[in-house]
């Protein structure tokens, strides 16, 4: 029984794999997030976060005619671009598991990698990110709900009332 759970304490990874920094300025992270299934099958899982430091200029190059949606930009922004991609195979085998893992990380540099590292990937995924969040801030503009987003943290909703001594 004891060894059963050991087994299920160490029956997921979430460990940093390899780290490069692409010509374009952007920082990429590899994490194995791979874990037990059930007995020795495996969701081997690689996962690639991506980071790109914004600057002043980088908001400078945005139009300027609404100074709040800038500021909410540089709120969600919280100084970085970022993105993030998963690469997974399930029922892997327990023996299987390494190996896969290696063939994840191999077929994401060989193919994924070139895409990620071109100079153009930055100012799309900034384009992308400000159409989406633009979409975002125009709807809770509309809701009356921007007030909202500075004061998430309430701390503990009071249940009490719910419960009889």
């Not at 780290?19 to 299934?37: A, H, V, W, Y």
């Amino acid at each position: 029984m004891l060894d059963g759970l050991t087994r299920m304490e160490n029956s997921s990874k979430n460990e940093l794999v390899e780290e490069k920094q692409l010509p374009n300025g952007m920082r990429l992270s590899f994490f194995n997030e791979s874990k037990i299934m059930t007995a020795d099958r495996w969701i081997v899982k690689l996962c690639c976060r991506a980071l790109l430091p914004l600057t002043d200029e980088d908001f400078a190059s945005l139009p300027q005619d609404d100074p709040d949606f800038l500021q909410y930009l540089r709120k969600k922004f919280a100084g970085n671009l970022s993105f993030s991609t998963v690469r997974e195979r399930v029922f892997v085998d327990d023996a299987e598991q390494e190996e896969v893992f290696a063939e994840l990380l191999e077929i994401f540099n060989g193919d994924t990698l070139a895409y990620l590292a071109s100079p153009s990937f930055p100012q799309k995924l900034m384009a992308d990110e400000v159409a989406r969040l633009s979409q975002e801030y125009q709807v809770k503009k509309e809701m009356d709900m921007l007030a909202d987003d500075e004061d998430d943290d309430d701390g503990p909703a009071d249940f009490s009332a719910c419960f009889a001594d």
